[in-house]
């Protein structure tokens, strides 16, 4: 069994070694750069899509609103990497990590607006009359690279089982058990009956759900960070220049702390950025295929909102906390450092992570489960849906009881793998993007 593991291990840092990361925020760069920094000049514009209900909305193609769909995809993505990630980030490549995080968000949102450009342009309609969309369909139908875009299902229903599952329930059922003492089975089957609740419902069920569960818990994570960074006000100068200083130059070892290059803190805050944003991996479009919209730029715009909720706000409030706190160099990590950080701000922190981490990874789940039954009903057929949320829903449970190094790994290496063959689809049809938002914004005018 070691012996797997370790080669797990090996596999997990190829796929996740410096030609993804490059290749992740390279083409981030080049779709900033011929996009004219969308990201910044249209972001006011996004955002009021996003948030504002307009009745044309209802009379447009698609399954859910424009907001139900970047909930949705939120859910999928504001989870543990928001909470753990961070910290791991922080407390291996040391403060200049979020630098290199914020980065990665901003080039990230770019990629985000293309890949839902993508989605919304070459989605179908199946014979239930449910869109369906996503990297494999704009690889297959766009590219014409039919195997290509089964290879990326694949992947995707592989990763649906890990970091959309098992390690999310995992993840919850640990932090209830040790802040809570509540035992692991019962976190379980409260998960599996509240997921069944939802999911069985399809896309239409996950919109209403998220549309209020997402909202709340990023709302109350923020508020209970907000507080604590009013109560060390005084340091927020402080870890602002520690975050540039160290994004540049490396960090010295002290306290708990082991020291880090800056070749690590650019590796760590880049890896743990795209986890948590999961800009260029290709899940989101997945949603984003499902909003009613007749233009696709309307809708990508409204997914690249998302990634600069998830980085450029979720992820800094803990990053903040980190380092204004001083926990970050402890020698803590995890979960366990988001949750000491916390608790060094007010009585109580630990409990409110605790709650985040619960909602966050249950937010997960409702999204991959989306995620995965869409691959594979492209894989299989719309046959293959509703036993494939009965299996999701029971492995749930698995999760949340059993031991998950291995599944950990095999998370990471199939995620990292969905990002392939989404970053050809890509670049391969970038022009398709360039010229749809060029049509958007001329009718605008």
């Given at each position: 069994?070691?012996?797997?593991?370790?080669?797990?291990?090996?596999?997990?840092?190829?796929v996740w070694g410096l030609p993804l990361l490059i290749l992740l925020v390279g083409t981030g760069v080049w779709?900033?750069?011929?996009?004219?920094?969308?990201?910044?000049?249209?972001?006011?514009?996004?955002?009021?899509?996003?948030?504002?209900?307009?009745?044309?909305?209802?009379?447009?193609?698609?399954?859910?609103?424009?907001?139900?769909?970047?909930?949705?995809?939120?859910?999928?993505?504001?989870?543990?990497?928001?909470?753990?990630?961070?910290?791991?980030?922080?407390?291996?490549?040391?403060?200049?990590?979020?630098?290199?995080?914020?980065?990665?968000?901003?080039?990230?949102?770019?990629?985000?607006?293309?890949?839902?450009?993508?989605?919304?342009?070459?989605?179908?309609?199946?014979?239930?009359?449910?869109?369906?969309?996503?990297?494999?369909y704009y690889i297959s139908n766009g590219l014409g690279w039919k195997k290509l875009g089964a290879l990326f299902?694949?992947?995707?229903?592989?990763?649906?089982?890990?970091?959309?599952?098992?390690?999310?329930?995992?993840?919850?059922?640990?932090?209830?058990?040790?802040?809570?003492?509540?035992?692991?089975?019962?976190?379980?089957?409260?998960?599996?009956?509240?997921?069944?609740?939802?999911?069985?419902?399809?896309?239409?069920?996950?919109?209403?759900?998220?549309?209020?569960?997402?909202?709340?818990?990023?709302?109350?994570?923020?508020?209970?960070?907000?507080?604590?960074?009013?109560?060390?006000?005084?340091?927020?100068?402080?870890?602002?220049?520690?975050?540039?200083?160290?994004?540049?130059?490396?960090?010295?070892?002290?306290?708990?702390?082991?020291?880090?290059?800056?070749?690590?803190?650019?590796?760590?805050?880049?890896?743990?950025?795209?986890?948590?944003?999961?800009?260029?991996?290709?899940?989101?479009?997945?949603?984003?295929?499902?909003?009613?919209?007749k233009h696709p730029v309307s809708q990508a715009l409204v997914s690249m909102t998302q990634t600069f909720i998830?980085?450029?706000?979720?992820?800094?409030?803990?990053?903040?906390?980190?380092?204004?706190?001083?926990?970050?160099?402890?020698?803590?990590?995890?979960?366990?450092?988001?949750?000491?950080?916390?608790?060094?701000?007010?009585?109580?922190?630990?409990?409110?992570?605790?709650?985040?981490?619960?909602?966050?990874?249950?937010?997960?789940?409702?999204?991959?489960?989306?995620?995965?039954?869409?691959?594979?009903?492209?894989?299989?057929?719309?046959?293959?849906?509703?036993?494939?949320?009965?299996?999701?829903?029971?492995?749930?449970?698995?999760?949340?009881?059993?031991?998950?190094?291995?599944?950990?790994?095999?998370?990471?290496?199939?995620?990292?793998?969905?990002?392939?063959?989404?970053?050809?689809?890509?670049?391969?049809?970038?022009?398709?993007?360039?010229?749809?938002?060029?049509?958007?914004?001329?009718?605008?005018?």
């Amino acid at each position: 069994m070691e012996k797997f593991e370790a080669i797990l291990n090996l596999i997990g840092g190829y796929v996740w070694g410096l030609p993804l990361l490059i290749l992740l925020v390279g083409t981030g760069v080049w779709l900033t750069i011929n996009l004219r920094f969308l990201q910044f000049t249209k972001l006011f514009h996004a955002l009021w899509l996003a948030l504002v209900k307009r009745k044309e909305d209802d009379d447009e193609p698609g399954d859910i609103t424009h907001f139900q769909a970047l909930m949705t995809a939120m859910s999928a993505t504001v989870g543990t990497g928001n909470i753990a990630g961070v910290a791991t980030a922080i407390a291996v490549g040391g403060p200049g990590a979020m630098f290199w995080m914020w980065v990665t968000g901003l080039v990230g949102m770019a990629t985000k607006y293309s890949e839902a450009v993508l989605a919304v342009k070459y989605r179908v309609t199946d014979e239930e009359g449910s869109m369906n969309g996503g990297p494999m369909y704009y690889i297959s139908n766009g590219l014409g690279w039919k195997k290509l875009g089964a290879l990326f299902a694949v992947f995707a229903v592989f990763a649906s089982f890990g970091i959309g599952n098992m390690v999310q329930s995992n993840s919850v059922a640990d932090a209830l058990h040790s802040t809570f003492n509540v035992p692991t089975y019962a976190t379980g089957l409260v998960l599996m009956v509240a997921t069944a609740l939802v999911v069985l419902g399809g896309i239409k069920a996950i919109g209403r759900v998220t549309s209020v569960l997402v909202p709340f818990m990023i709302v109350f994570y923020v508020i209970g960070s907000l507080a604590i960074l009013v109560t060390y006000a005084s340091s927020i100068p402080h870890a602002l220049a520690l975050i540039f200083e160290k994004a540049f130059t490396p960090a010295a070892a002290g306290g708990g702390f082991a020291g880090a290059s800056v070749m690590l803190a650019v590796r760590m805050g880049v890896a743990r950025g795209v986890f948590s944003n999961e800009s260029g991996l290709g899940s989101a479009p997945i949603a984003a295929a499902a909003a009613q919209t007749k233009h696709p730029v309307s809708q990508a715009l409204v997914s690249m909102t998302q990634t600069f909720i998830d980085t450029l706000v979720v992820c800094t409030m803990t990053g903040l906390v980190l380092i204004c706190t001083g926990a970050w160099d402890t020698g803590k990590n995890g979960a366990e450092l988001t949750s000491y950080a916390f608790s060094l701000g007010f009585n109580g922190g630990a409990v409110m992570v605790a709650v985040s981490l619960a909602l966050f990874a249950y937010s997960t789940i409702l999204g991959w489960c989306y995620y995965g039954e869409k691959s594979m009903e492209y894989l299989f057929g719309i046959k293959s849906v509703r036993p494939y949320r009965y299996v999701f829903i029971l492995f749930i449970g698995v999760g949340a009881m059993a031991k998950l190094d291995v599944v950990w790994t095999l998370s990471d290496i199939f995620n990292g793998l969905m990002a392939f063959p989404n970053l050809v689809g890509l670049l391969g049809l970038s022009s398709v993007v360039f010229a749809e938002t060029k049509d958007y914004f001329s009718k605008m005018k």
